[in-house]
């Protein structure tokens, strides 16, 4: 466990401390498990040190109570400082999905000396963009519009929900793999504190006004986005691609908002093909 103050976080590495390291932030109410293992090891093979670990309210990290939120976004971003620190990183690349995307770009604003890259992942532009962007499906809304009347107590419920959750991410260009996402599900309530309260990061807000500030963002960037996303569709991958000077888009055919197994190898070779072109390899 690694500590950021009073919090407590949980995290995992594969490869060697001695390559360059690469610490992966994932997204709202999903432990580090959504971060495949798989992809993990592709990028280590690569010759990379990969973290990941769990956000604050999930997986085995410090869980505070459902609906009780003394937290902002800038907060998370200290515990991925936190997380470099327990690695004994000075700096590393980033990848975040989603939220974590978001987590990314604050970091690379508050301490750019710490961020060598970012990769982001089915993100949104951090203080918005110059014109609206699409949001949620009404799918989506609708789903979550029964979280109060979940019984958490009711295992098999819950699983059933976080299923529907995963479902209704995916994109067209793939075979939903049910047998998988249940599997991982399964592995995520076993191994969580409290997973009603990963919910709490849907009330979650920053401290402070980025409005206008992403184009500041000095670091290389690369984003990956699926061009099928019901949450934060295409135009929003787009538009970060656009405000950050001499960032790179990579359009993933068919894919949702997830990290699916059918993407790894394409992942894993953009991510250390850009990471490479940092080093000069």
């Known amino acids: 466990m690694i500590s950021?103050?009073?919090?407590?976080?949980?995290?995992?590495?594969f490869g060697s401390t001695g390559d360059e390291p690469i610490v992966l932030v994932m997204g709202a109410t999903a432990s580090m498990l959504w971060w495949p293992e798989a992809l993990c090891r592709m990028l280590a093979e690569a010759g990379h040190?990969?973290?990941?670990?769990?956000?604050?309210d999930t997986g085995r990290?410090?869980?505070g109570r459902s609906g009780e939120v003394a937290y902002n976004v800038e907060d998370m971003a200290g515990d991925l400082f936190a997380v470099m620190d327990g690695y004994d990183l000075p700096a590393a690349h980033?990848?975040?999905?989603s939220l974590g995307g978001f987590i990314g770009q604050m970091a690379a604003l508050m301490r750019p000396e710490r961020v060598k890259s970012l990769t982001l992942i089915g993100a949104q532009p951090l203080g918005g963009a110059d014109e609206p962007l699409p949001g949620i499906s009404d799918?989506?809304?609708e789903h979550f519009a029964r979280l109060a009347d979940l019984d958490w107590s009711?295992?098999?419920?819950?699983?059933?929900?976080?299923?529907e959750i995963a479902r209704l991410s995916a994109g067209n260009g793939h075979a939903f793999d049910k047998a998988s996402a249940r599997a991982r599900i399964e592995a995520e309530i076993a191994r969580a504190i409290d997973m009603k309260s990963a919910f709490n990061h849907g009330m979650?807000?920053?401290?402070?006004?980025?409005?206008?500030?992403?184009?500041?963002?000095?670091?290389?960037v690369l984003v990956i986005h699926g061009d099928d996303d019901p949450v934060l569709p295409l135009p929003n991958g787009e538009a970060i691609a656009r405000l950050v000077p001499g960032a790179k888009l990579s359009i993933l055919e068919g894919t949702g908002h997830?990290?699916?197994?059918?993407?790894?190898?394409?992942?894993?070779?953009?991510m250390t093909r850009f990471i490479g072109g940092q080093r000069g390899d």
Not at 5 to 12: E, H, P, R, W
Not at 94 to 97: H, L, Q, R, T, W
């Open 94 to 97: 980033v990848a975040g999905m």
């Open 258 to 270: 997830e990290i699916h197994d059918g993407d790894l190898e394409q992942i894993a070779c953009e």
């Open 204 to 220: 979650v807000s920053t401290r402070e006004n980025w409005d206008g500030r992403i184009s500041d963002i000095a670091c290389p």
């Open 49 to 56: 040190h990969v973290i990941r670990y769990d956000n604050r």
């Open 61 to 63: 990290s410090t869980t």
């Open 139 to 141: 799918r989506f809304t």
């Open 154 to 163: 009711d295992r098999p419920a819950v699983s059933d929900f976080l299923l």
């Open 4 to 13: 950021n103050g009073a919090i407590q976080i949980s995290a995992q590495c």
